[in-house]
């Protein structure tokens, strides 16, 4: 894991499965800046495509805590802790279709440890009322 200029990032290799059980390898490039603390920007590359999904910071560290029987998330994305709680489930549903990922749960743990060491969960707002401010100041100044 690396952190740079406090920003968190950490890649994960993770597999692609595929209706027939069968899997591909992916890696996921997890980002977390503390200027947009509620999001995390997830980039999955694999050998011949790249999908970037932004992705709920509190979603992630819920699915850290779900399982298949009640998955983190209702809508285009669902976390949960595999049947082995080592790994981590990653479903995502968009135009193109479903996906279903599968990798380490620990370096999603670690991620969220140091993201909450950053911006701990409850403490979002006053960061966000800083950058909007910041926002209202640049627009009035244009």
């Known amino acids: 894991m690396a952190e740079h200029a406090r920003d968190v990032c950490e890649v994960v290799p993770m597999h692609l499965v595929l209706p027939d059980a069968s899997v591909l390898p992916v890696s996921a490039e997890l ?11 997830i980039v999955f590359r694999g050998t011949s ?3 970037t999904w932004l992705i709920g910071r ?7 805590l779900a399982d298949a ?7 285009d994305v669902r976390i949960w802790r595999d049947e082995d709680p080592a790994y981590l489930l990653v479903g995502l549903s968009g135009v193109e279709g479903d996906a279903l990922l599968a990798g ?18 409850g403490s979002e707002g006053p960061v966000m009322e ?5 926002l209202i100041v640049t ?4």
Do not use: K
């Open 31 to 41: 980002h977390f800046a503390p200027a947009d603390p509620y999001t995390v920007r």
């Open 130 to 134: 800083d950058e909007i401010s910041r």
């Open 58 to 64: 509190e979603l992630i560290a819920h699915g850290l």
């Open 69 to 75: 029987a009640a998955p983190a998330g209702t809508g």
């Open 104 to 121: 380490p749960a620990e370096p999603f743990v670690r991620f969220v440890a140091a993201t909450v060491a950053l911006v701990p969960f």
């Open 49 to 51: 495509s790249t999908s």
């Open 139 to 142: 627009l009035l100044d244009a």
